[in-house]
């Protein structure tokens, strides 16, 4: 009981931070800026102190929160400020989305979980209202009404079959520990009604069309919230049900890995066709939700290590997300088009923007030592490993990581296009200099990307870590070797230089 | 003998202070300061709802009529002083602020009646009253037809007076037929429902005794009359038929199954398909409406089949989860239902229209209407945690209690159709909060609407008040919880749609 106070005090404390940071915003910034910064790091002081009850499940999930929303709030800062001359009301409503994510990551019950997850899904809708307003209606309502029904009746089920079990005080306000103890077994048909929320959630075939409009129509900010963080919840929301209750095996794998597979085929392959940067994007995450949902659908035959390479990928993906939408925003501000084949000059109006892109499409690619090759590097340890369980895992792993690859690279290169693609020397309207925490923010995120692998690395905590610490260090070498290269030997053309012939 | 003798008297002393209540709070509409009708009112309608309490505690009602009873009373107390202003400004007839009053008390009673013979009179007077309401409505429209007044009258009063006689029949006939003596018929009708005991009836008269109640709720072969008669009605009175009356169906299929024992099996499922088709078609239709009151009067069939949906699984399965689901889906919906009639018909006073395409800005110019109109759409989409938000987790949890049956996948449907429909319409209906405003009138007469506002700010409280004291009284504990954790997120979620629509 003690804790759970602690964990309410605590939050009521994040809470005040964020409303006394949006008590007066744009007159007093770098206060405003302190008091966020402090309001999304302060998660780990508690949790240091032992004052928060959660377990391992949880703190992968936390970290990411933590790095993800600090560049968010960042972010949206300047990017409101360059739209709306001002931040004052709409960055409240951006920052109590993310301290209510904070809070959904810390939650120790079901009760808390679903009245949170019910909460971040109506500011969803109004994230998405955010920038256009009434023109984004459609979008927000097609939103709301795929993921909110589907949400609630998964989150419903949840709540009944757990009441039912233990009677509905206890089994609402008991933590995650003690239900996982019980073991309630759940047939088929529930298992069903409980997953459909979370991959709807997840932008799963045949529940999908709704992702792409939303992530591509919502402001940037927002779909990074939404790509970055809130489709961790519902990865969280399954590894959640199936340590709580014991689902039925053949259900969870079978349409998980059903729904995956398709999916990371179809978002793949429709991601590299597009010629919006927010759709291509937005198609990726899908692919990568699909790639994501086919992992858990294994956690039944191998266990631990899906667990933790769940993990990785959520923090690669979250951190990833949130950086490369961020930096859609960014070229809309500089741009005022999304359109690859109208754009192609801006490495050489945002040289900043334009070091964190590439490391972040090093990382989507996976290229060492980024965070995204130590992921691609684990599907292939893992789908040997699956070799030993049945041809089908395995075959349908290496095709999902197939598709993933291969068209990761189509569209990196076609996104960065957008800064290199043309010759054109110089923007074709006025340029506007983006503000200072939009550049750190991407910038944060583009170093964790590297930074952040380093953690599982030195607890030794993944297969195969010694092979990936050597890989890791000697590219980690080679890569700030070819930076130094780059700054001081590079060529630099005095004129545009087409067909190799020098006039 | 003493003892019996104050037995007699307490009940005439209550029932004589109820007559004396309500002959305060109709007269007090003579009285022309307005801040004393308003404290006169107020003071004499929680007179009556302690008197209801009091009736309660002495089991001279049961459980039922308490609940029925005091969601009631809530809703009424804001809608009668609502009515005052709005009969000045929309210069409707004197005598309506009289009447709207008159129609509430005689709904009260017919809920806390305890017996067939109270119960029969003041709900066939109450029909009376309604069709005044809805006639009087309709000449004060400009369409000035009486077809919607006449459709109310032939449809939901006739049929509920077969009703309310197969009723009389059934215990009657039941009575004579088991004691085997002469029975004064007064005698039978004058006795509580609980001691008339369950009458073998045969299933033939099953339609006509629920007949009624299905065209009160409106459900999906009777719906016809209600959008009509709840589109044309004044405000106040549209509230009180769609919050208060349509919650009659449901209150009457309960005391049916208490006096009369059919093969309930068929009923339930039969009452379950009604629920759910009403839900779709009440959802869908309500979704395409332009007419603010249309819409709203579509979702009243919609929400009322949510309710019979729970009912026809409450008579086939039984138990406290169910019924609580049951009870808080009808608070829910009388809750939400009779807000946004009496914001809808704020909108329609200030700025001439009701129609949502192209009503548009009102937070503009009624900021705490819009308010108490978010709760009510919160309640509606189901939000923790309002009302709405725990009937549908409770029925959830009562559909899979009862895993796997047809009743269970026919509730689940039921859930479902009524969540996509329900988001559906609260965020049509949220739309004409924001945008520029539009106006009719050119200089709206914000000023004096206040108090208007603020009824309908605390009628929308209900929304969080209702499933607050149900469930205190059910589960103390889980819902301390629930509600620490969930105020802070609705805070949050009023305040940045209240900013959206400010900035838009």
């Not at chain 2, 009496?342 to 009624?366: C, M, P, S």
Request: charged share 10%; proline share 3%.
């Amino acid at each position: 009981m003690e804790i759970v106070i602690a964990k309410y005090i605590y939050w009521l404390i994040l809470f005040m931070l964020i409303l006394v940071a949006n008590i007066s915003p744009d007159r007093r910034r770098r206060l405003s800026r302190v008091l966020r910064s402090i309001a999304y790091l302060s998660i780990w002081i508690p949790l240091i102190l032992g004052v928060i009850e959660i377990d391992y499940l949880q703190i992968f999930f936390i970290m990411l929160c933590s790095l993800a929303c600090l560049a968010i709030s960042l972010y949206s800062e300047g990017y409101l400020r360059i739209l709306f001359g001002r931040i004052a009301p709409l960055q409240f409503i951006i920052d109590s989305t993310l301290v209510l994510l904070i809070m959904f990551f810390t939650a120790y019950n079901l009760i808390e979980l679903v009245v949170l997850w019910v909460s971040i899904e109506i500011l969803g809708f109004i994230l998405i209202l955010i920038e256009r307003g009434i023109g984004n209606w459609n979008i927000a309502t097609k939103y709301l009404i795929l993921c909110a029904t589907t949400g609630d009746i998964s989150l419903f089920t949840w709540l009944a079959i757990v009441s039912l079990n233990l009677g509905i005080e206890k089994g609402l306000l008991a933590g995650f520990n003690e239900l996982a103890s019980m073991g309630i077994s759940v047939n088929p048909f529930i298992t069903f009604l409980l997953l459909i929320g979370f991959t709807t959630k997840l932008g799963q075939i045949p529940l999908h069309f709704w992702l792409v409009d939303t992530y591509s129509e919502a402001p940037s900010v927002t779909t990074a919230i939404f790509s970055g963080l809130m489709s961790k919840m519902a990865i969280y929301g399954i590894l959640r049900l199936y340590y709580t209750l014991s689902l039925d095996t053949n259900v969870f794998m079978y349409l998980l890995l059903i729904q995956g597979l398709l999916t990371t085929i179809y978002g793949f392959l429709m991601s590299s066709a597009q010629t919006d940067v927010k759709k291509l994007l937005a198609y990726s995450s899908m692919g990568h939700y699909g790639a994501m949902t086919m992992f858990i659908s294994f956690l039944p035959i191998l266990g631990e290590v899906i667990l933790i390479i769940t993990y990785i990928y959520v923090l690669y993906h979250g951190i990833v997300k949130t950086q490369v939408f961020l930096n859609t925003g960014s070229i809309e501000l500089l741009a005022n088009t999304r359109e690859i084949y109208r754009l192609g000059y801006l490495s050489r109006i945002a040289k900043e923007t334009y070091f964190s892109v590439v490391l972040g499409f090093l990382s989507l690619i996976g290229i060492p030592p980024t965070l995204g090759f130590l992921m691609k590097f684990l599907v292939v340890a893992i789908a040997f490993q699956l070799l030993t369980y049945g041809t089908f895992y395995s075959l349908a792993l290496l095709v999902g990581m197939v598709f993933s690859s291969i068209f990761s690279i189509v569209y990196a290169i076609k996104y960065l296009g957008v800064y290199t693609g043309s010759y054109a020397k110089e923007a074709y309207r006025p340029v506007i200099s983006l503000e200072d925490t939009q550049l750190i923010s991407e910038e944060m995120l583009a170093l964790s990307l590297i930074i952040v692998p380093i953690i599982p690395l030195i607890k030794l905590a993944i297969p195969y870590s010694l092979v990936v610490a050597i890989v890791y260090g000697s590219s980690l070498i080679v890569l700030v070797l070819s930076l130094i290269m780059y700054r001081s030997a590079f060529i630099r053309e005095a004129d545009v230089w087409l067909g190799g012939i020098e006039a | 003998m003493l003892a019996e003798l104050t037995h007699y008297n307490s009940i005439y002393f209550l029932l004589l202070s109820y007559i004396i209540g309500v002959l305060i709070i109709l007269f007090s509409n003579r009285v022309s300061k307005e801040k004393t009708v308003i404290s006169i009112k107020i003071l004499s309608y929680i007179l009556l709802w302690a008197i209801s309490l009091v009736l309660f505690m002495n089991s001279y009602i049961d459980k039922i009529s308490l609940v029925f009873g005091s969601i009631s009373f809530f809703i009424v107390i804001p809608v009668s002083i609502y009515t005052i202003r709005y009969t000045t400004i929309g210069k409707y007839p004197r005598n309506l602020s009289f009447t709207i009053d008159l129609f509430s008390i005689l709904l009260i009673t017919a809920f806390i009646s305890p017996n067939i013979l109270f119960f029969a009179i003041s709900w066939t007077l109450a029909e009376f009253i309604g069709f005044y309401l809805v006639s009087l409505g309709e000449e004060h429209s400009i369409e000035g037809s009486t077809r919607a007044s006449k459709r109310f009258l032939l449809m939901s009063a006739a049929t509920f007076e077969l009703t309310l006689f197969t009723m009389i029949y059934v215990s009657v006939f039941m009575l004579v037929s088991t004691l085997a003596t002469q029975l004064n018929i007064l005698d039978v009708l004058l006795k509580p429902y609980w001691e008339l005991g369950a009458a073998e009836t045969p299933l033939y008269l099953a339609p006509l005794l629920l007949v009624g109640f299905i065209a009160k709720a409106a459900q999906v072969p009777l719906h016809f009359w209600l959008p009509d008669a709840h589109s044309v009605a004044p405000a106040p009175a549209s509230a009180l038929l769609s919050g208060v009356m349509t919650a009659m169906g449901i209150y009457g299929i309960l005391r049916v199954s208490m006096i009369a024992s059919i093969g309930y099996d068929v009923i339930a499922y039969t009452l379950m398909f009604i629920g759910l088709i009403s839900i779709i078609y009440g959802g869908l239709q309500s979704y395409v409406q332009r007419d603010g009151k249309r819409l709203l009067a579509y979702s009243t069939i919609a929400g009322n089949g949510f309710s019979i949906a729970i009912l026809g699984y409450y008579l086939l399965h039984g138990g406290t989860e169910v019924f609580t689901a049951l009870i808080l889906s009808v608070a829910a919906h009388a809750g939400y239902k009779a807000t946004l009639f009496l914001d809808i018909g704020l909108a329609e006073q200030v700025t001439g229209l009701r129609f949502i395409h192209r009503l548009r800005g009102l937070v503009k110019i009624l900021p705490y209407s819009v308010l108490a109109g978010y709760l009510a759409l919160f309640s509606i989409m189901g939000i923790p945690p309002t009302a709405g938000f725990i009937s549908k987790l409770l029925a959830v949890f009562s559909a899979i209690t009862g895993f796997p049956s047809i009743a269970c996948v026919l509730l689940i449907l039921s859930i479902v159709s009524a969540i996509v429909t329900s988001i559906l319409i609260g965020l049509r209906y949220i739309r004409i909060y924001y945008g520029e405003p539009v106006l009719l009138y050119s200089n709206p007469r914000t000023d004096h609407i206040r108090i208007m506002e603020y009824c309908t700010l605390v009628l929308s409280s209900s929304n969080l008040i209702f499933p607050l004291i149900i469930l205190l009284y059910l589960e103390p504990m889980i819902y301390m919880i629930l509600y620490v954790v969930s105020i802070p997120p609705l805070l949050v979620l009023i305040y940045s749609l209240y900013v959206m629509a400010k900035r838009t």
